[in-house]
């Protein structure tokens, strides 16, 4: 079946400007997390989703990232007033039921701010 | 601050021999553990996990765990050109989060 997709693949903003990343998780799947990877580093928590609810958001880095799954299906990651320090790659992961259960990674969306 | 920790590499085996990839983590709660698979320039892949202690296989990869020690390795034998990537451990603790360790290259000479 078809696994997680992300959209854009890669993404060019300025500084400044906001930009919005999508994950369409596997369906049926009930938990949704995002992480930032930086170059040579392993991938970085963001947020997490159980269906609709947010139920961690504790490693977003600044309240200029907002995340949403409003029905608990697709969800957008937005970054607002882009700075050069939020280059990265996004992954998004869904996983079949809680958050105990192994995850699946969509390929990311690289977010280049110059 | 919960961590995992990896030897970040590259560690470097011969074909056909046993790649050791091991990874420690501090939350003593930690519940369920992964190994992730990452090629260059690609997203990571679910390899195997493991909740219990002692060793779990797959084919040629085998997962230990041992929670005292707070220690969990993976072993790959008979190893091939196509394991060479980046090898990920993820730990999940009593939260809603998995803290993922800085990963170990790996590098399978032919």
């Known amino acids: 079946g078809a696994g997680v997709s992300q959209s854009p693949r890669y993404k060019v903003a300025k500084r400044g400007q906001d930009v919005a990343l999508r994950c369409d998780p596997i369906s049926g799947h009930v938990s949704l997390f995002w992480y930032q990877q930086a170059l040579g580093q392993g991938p970085e928590f963001l947020t997490y989703f159980q269906n609709e609810a947010q139920l961690d958001k504790s490693g977003l880095p600044s309240d200029r990232f907002f995340a949403e799954r409003p029905e608990g299906s697709v969800s957008t990651l937005k970054i607002q007033r882009t700075q050069q320090e939020d280059s990265a790659v996004y992954l998004c992961?869904?996983?079949?039921?809680?958050?105990?259960?192994?995850?699946?990674f969509g390929p990311g969306t690289r977010l280049t701010v110059t | 601050q919960k961590e995992v920790e990896q030897n970040s590499g590259p560690l470097s085996v011969p074909e056909g021999a046993i790649a050791s990839l091991n990874c420690t983590y501090s939350?003593?709660?930690?519940?369920?553990f992964f190994w992730y698979r990452q090629y260059s320039g690609k997203s990571p892949e679910l390899i195997m996990f493991?909740?219990?202690?002692g060793d779990k296989e797959d084919g040629r990869f085998t997962a230990q765990l041992n929670k005292a020690s707070q220690y969990v390795s993976l072993l790959i034998r008979d190893s091939q050109p196509s394991d060479s990537a980046t090898y990920l451990c993820a730990v999940k603790g009593n939260g809603q989060n998995f803290v993922f360790g800085p990963g170990t290259r790996l590098s399978v000479l032919p």
């Open positions: 939350d003593r709660g930690s519940q369920s």
């Open positions: 493991i909740y219990s202690n």
């Open positions: 992961a869904s996983s079949p039921q809680g958050a105990s259960s192994e995850q699946y």
